[in-house]
């Protein structure tokens, strides 16, 4: 979290400090850093170039439209998994020629939105969903270029509810099932087979699984290639892990990852894409907080924010780790050890427990680290609390990029019928 330090005994994201943001802005409130942003691209774009790959940004890890104009002026792709995050990726001018078009579930609406803009590729992951794509493809006159997601079977990813590449999972086609229905998507006219797709899971610490999946799916482009199938991408997925707790987490870089899928798929003339997420927005960001009450109890301290499970769900859904430190850098070594926990009526709204930090009071600011992935897009308004805004700072300044919506906002979309 090198862009988010203590400077003169402040925390800052860049040059900014925080508690500058949370004055003009309020709390709760993310904040995401234009540099990390941009250094976790490059870190990608570089150690793939050699590949000839397309970056196709995961847009579902954080979709505001500043971060994803950022990522399209650095060169990236998209990787959408709806008809809403086409538009983002479309209205923040990354290139239709470098969108895919992941998940299980498409409409023939959004289908046929991304035939129409001209995307590169869709990951189709069953058959009923190639012939819907066909159908579409076939009454606009055109074909829609597809991979087949195929599902390994191996087991990865940081948590039960994010491994995608087990045969039990929902995901992706059966890889003993896949030379069939690449043989029945060369029947269809609307169908163009262009490459193969995998995505095993995410928050994915060692690259064991990668490399396994891997090997399954390249042996599988060889027999679709001696079945005269013309294969020419690979799409890797996502998935890359990043560290959340300095203190355990022992993670391989995205240069490790591109070593390995490089050794694996030299000379075999695949153009590769990477669709990662959580690896370039994840330590881009943090959730600030204010802190309202100090509890002592008799079992436990609570150190009751302003934040809650509507705004970062992650620890309340994946039992996630999010380290947590105070904005004002602590000047003694006095501690105490709180439960870090929401003002929302579920004692799911729990972002740590036992954590130990320097002794606080109501009023002090706190941030949640490495929430830049899977934070404001998972949030709600649970409790009729305001959706979070986000900021983005570069260098000394920052700028809101999504603002609080007021109660009115909220309120104005809903109507008691007259009949009531
Ligand atoms: C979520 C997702 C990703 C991104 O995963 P990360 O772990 O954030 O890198 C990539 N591809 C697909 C199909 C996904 O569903």
Known sequence: MQYFQYRCGQLCAQGVPLAHIAQAVGTPVYIYAEAALRHNYQTFAKASADM???????????????????LASLGAGADVVSGGELERALRAGIAPGKIVFSGVGKSRDEMRKAIIAGIYQFNIESVPELIVLNDEA??????????????PDVSAGGHEKISTGKAENKFGVNIDLARDVYKHARDLPGIEVTGVDMHIGSQIDSLAPFKAALLKALDLVQDLRRDGHDIRTFDMGGGLGIVYNQDEDILPTAADYMDMVRRHTKGLDLKMIFEPGRAIAGNAGVLLSRVHYVKHGTARNFLILDAAMNDLARPALYGAYHAIMPVIEPVSDQTETYDIVGPVCETGDTFATHRRLSVMKGGDLVVMLSAGAYGAVQAGQYNTRPLVPEVLVKDNQFSVIRTRPDLEDILKLESVPDWL
């Not at 000839?52 to 950022?70: C, E, F, M, P, R």
């Not at 009454?139 to 195929?150: C, E, G, K, V």
Request: charged content about 5%; some cysteine; overall charge positive.
């Open 52 to 70: 000839g790959s397309l970056i196709a940004y995961s847009v579902k890890a954080n979709s505001n439209l500043a971060v994803l104009s950022l």
């Open 138 to 151: 076939c009454a606009l006159n055109t074909t829609a270029s597809i991979a087949l997601r195929i599902n």
